[in-house]
């Protein structure tokens, strides 16, 4: 008993003299905007923003402006905190937004003819010969939009793909955490 | 002969992350990207290699003597993390190099279960001093292995056509699960020079 006493508090002495005296000798000046980053930060090095941790992501705060509200366990209340710290405009924290699957679709009635968009089109999706009329081949059509600018007209609208049990999918559950005060 | 078996048996037969289940927060954590994880690995090497070192050190000339073998977490928990902090300290004022390569991970892994648990496990084996190194070695060998494998998995996840709901940490739960049974297939590798 005495004897773990002993051990455990030498142990302890020798290692805290030894962080004690290389923190003081050993000390490198860091930039001291990202120790104030770093300090509002959960420290859960939990590393879900894509930096290793949250020092990393700290500096990269600091040094090449990454955003602010990339950490998941500090949530909006830590991203309002760097925001006031750092005099940025507050971003919440994005949920993920479903985009559907979009098609180019031709007003037939409207088009002249001028085979701009066939040219345009990477995927040669685009059927049709000069002054005659185009359609787009909706199976190949990958919603790119890139032959929107091309056509002197405006008769190319994006139309989103009707629901199908192919490309339906369960939507996230966005329900707000209540702040309890 | 039979080191060679100690690090084999640590890099693939007892994988620290796929069999022994250790050190899964930084394997989880930080595999989204290669060279990250390569980082991370590195770092690891380094510690548990130290850690393993170290912990001989204070089982074998402070622990065992005073019949204190009860206390081995505890002590092993400080005296790893006070030496890595002391070693992240030197590396961050001698060498901005190695600081670039290792430096940042190391705070991370300060002590995590992997960095415990191999020493814990080479003390109730009774290693000798180059067993331990070796085990220790060869455990962070393994887990780079792991890591490294697992993040180029989960790149080519991040370009692939995964169910929307299986999406980010269920599909990397899901491939964990499955190269954890691949892992299985190393079992007695080690065992025919017995």
């Known amino acids: 008993m005495l004897a773990a006493l002993l051990v455990m508090t030498g142990i302890a002495l020798v290692l805290g003299t030894a962080l004690g005296y290389a923190a003081i000798y050993f000390k490198v000046e860091g930039n001291p905007l990202a120790a104030q980053i770093d300090a509002l930060l959960p420290q859960t090095q939990c590393a879900q923003c894509g930096f290793p941790g949250c020092k990393p992501y700290a500096e990269a705060i600091a040094s090449n402006g990454a955003e602010i509200n990339l950490c998941t366990p500090g949530g909006d209340d830590c991203a309002h905190k760097l925001a006031d710290l750092l005099g940025r405009e507050f971003k919440p924290r994005g949920a993920p937004v479903e985009k559907l699957k979009t098609v180019a679709l031709i007003d037939e009635q409207s088009c002249i003819g001028c085979t701009l968009c066939i040219q345009a089109c990477p995927v040669d999706a685009i059927v049709g010969s000069a002054k005659q009329m185009h359609t787009v081949i909706s199976r190949y059509c990958t919603g790119c939009e890139l032959c929107l600018p091309p056509c002197p007209v405006n008769c190319i609208t994006l139309e989103e793909e009707p629901r199908t049990p192919q490309n339906w999918r369960w939507k996230y559950p966005i329900t707000g955490l209540k702040v309890v005060t | ?194």
Do not use: W
Request: glycine share 10%; proline share 4%.
């Open chain 2, 1 to 194: 002969m039979s080191y060679l078996f100690v690090i084999l048996g640590a890099v693939l037969v007892n994988n620290v992350v796929f069999v022994r289940i250790l050190g899964l927060c930084p394997f989880m954590g930080v595999s989204k990207k290669l060279d990250t994880a390569i980082g991370m690995g590195l770092a690891t090497t380094f510690v548990l290699t130290l850690a393993s070192g170290t912990s001989y050190l204070i089982d074998h000339y402070l622990l065992v003597p005073f019949d204190l073998d009860y206390m081995r977490t505890l002590a092993f928990i400080v005296v790893i993390a006070a030496i890595v902090q002391i070693t992240e300290l030197v590396i961050h004022k001698t060498s901005p190099l190695l600081q670039q390569v290792l430096g940042i991970y190391l705070p991370l892994i300060t002590t995590n279960c992997a960095v415990l648990g191999i020493p814990l496990l080479s003390a109730k084996e009774s290693y000798g001093l180059l067993e331990s190194l070796l085990f220790g070695f060869g455990s962070a060998v393994g887990f780079t292995f792991a890591l490294i494998l697992f993040a180029g998995v989960r790149e080519r996840l991040d370009g692939a056509d995964v169910p929307l709901p299986f999406r980010g940490v269920p599909i990397a739960m899901m491939t964990a699960g499955f190269m954890s049974l691949a892992f299985m297939g190393f079992a007695g590798l080690d065992r025919f020079h017995h």
